[in-house]
């Protein structure tokens, strides 16, 4: 059972330059989530979705797009990569509790 | 009124020694409680939830106490041990609202023997 899994673990881009993180659950969870964490700032919420075909903004969705065109996979699109976009990336399903993947460590440069 | 406070920001505890770390949030409407666990380079995982029916939730060494009338939280961790060294985050959130578990910055708990 793999839970929630994250692809790439690092990468680095340069400003403007575009990606997409990946996420896929394979526990049939509707609730998916993304987090960004930054040193002593804990984890901010910035998009999630409850269920194929519906997504919202959380706290921090600005420079940030996602999709849910199926219950596994809930992708996350940095459109024009900035500095302040460089954190590590949590995607989590389910709610009570919610898993997470490992992370996605974005530098951006 | 979001907000959910942690402190402190580390803690160094001796192996055996008591562990604890506190949150503090402003919305009364909030009714679950976890703490979440996490090792460097993986992601946070469930350790131990509260709901506010009840003051006191024991897991092993693991306690949750809660204090619904001064809005505060706390995780006590008995007999620490070096295997528990990690980062320990606190958040609030509310059954009917499924966007809303609020985040503590964070403890970096590092235990030595």
């Known amino acids: 059972n793999a839970g929630v899994t994250q692809t790439p673990k690092f990468r680095i881009l340069k400003i403007g330059q575009s990606m997409t993180l990946q996420c896929t659950q394979d526990m049939n969870h509707n609730y998916m989530y993304w987090y960004r964490q930054d040193p002593g700032m804990g984890l901010k919420l910035i998009y999630y979705s409850v269920g194929a075909g519906i997504t919202d903004k959380g706290e921090v969705p600005n420079g940030y797009n996602v999709s849910r065109s199926t219950t596994e996979d809930f992708p996350l699109r940095l459109e024009l990569a900035a500095p302040s976009q460089t954190s590590v990336y949590f995607c989590a399903s389910a709610w009570e509790p919610q898993h997470f993947g490992d992370g996605t460590r974005l530098s951006i440069l | 009124q979001q907000q959910v406070k942690q402190s402190p920001q580390s803690l160094i505890v001796q192996k055996g020694g008591i562990s604890i770390i506190n949150c503090a949030y402003e919305n009364t409407a909030f009714d679950y409680f976890p703490w979440y666990q996490q090792f460097p380079g993986k992601g946070p995982a469930l350790l131990i939830a509260?709901?506010?029916?009840?003051s006191e939730k024991k897991e092993g060494r693991f306690t949750i106490s809660f204090n619904k009338s001064a809005k505060q939280f706390s995780l006590h961790i008995m007999d620490s041990q070096p295997g528990d060294s990690a980062t320990y985050f606190c958040?609030?959130?509310?059954?009917?609202?499924?966007?809303?578990?609020?985040f503590g910055t964070g403890t970096r708990l590092q235990v030595f023997p």
């Open positions: 509260i709901r506010p029916d009840v």
């Open positions: 958040a609030a959130g509310l059954s009917y609202n499924t966007d809303k578990l609020i």
